[in-house]
C-alpha cells in the first residue's frame, strides 16, 4: 500500500465565504479518498501549539485571531504522494502569488486569509492528523472506483 495521508483544514474565511463545498470538491475530483472529516471551531491554544513554528513571528498573533475566527472543517486525505499534491492544490502561501488552478491562486488575494492549509512534509502530517483527529474519527473503507483513480493491475498503486 503506498497511500499516504494528510491534514487540510479549511480556515474560516472559506466557510464565511461559501466556498467549503468547491474547495472540498476538488479533493474529491483528483481522486483522494476523505477518511476524516469535521467542523471545528479552533481555540487559541490549540491555533497557538499548531503554528508554533510562526511563534514571535510578526504575523503570528494576527494569524492566532484568523484561525480562531470562526468554524474550519478539518480533513484527512488519503491518496497516492497526498501531503505534496494537497500542497501543490492549494497553491502559494500568499494568494496574490499563487497560480491560478490553485484554491488560494483561485480565490485568494491576501496574504493571510488564504482560505487553507495544508500539511507541509509527511512527517507533519503524521504530527497534525494526531493533533486534529482521535484515532476512532478516522473512517478506512475502500471505494469502488479505485481501480479507475489508479491503474491497480499490477503490483502496487500506480
Ligand atoms: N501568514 C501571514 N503572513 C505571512 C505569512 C503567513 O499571515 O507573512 C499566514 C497565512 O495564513 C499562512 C499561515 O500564516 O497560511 C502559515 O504560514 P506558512 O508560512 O506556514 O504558510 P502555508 O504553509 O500555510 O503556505
Ligand atoms: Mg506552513
Redesign the pocket.
Known sequence: MNLERTLVFL?PDALQRRLAGEIISRFEKRGFLIVGMKLIHITEEFARRH?S??AGKD?FE??VR?TTCGPCIAMVLEGKNAVKVARSM?G???GGESPSGTVRGDYSLS????LI??S?STQTAEDEIKRFFRSEELVSYSREDIQWIYDTDGAGIV
Not at 111 to 114: A, D, G, L, S
Open positions: 480556515k503554528y513554528a510562526h504575523f494576527p494569524l484568523y492549494l502559494e502561501t500568499f496574504n493571510r486569509f488564504n492549509h495544508g507541509d
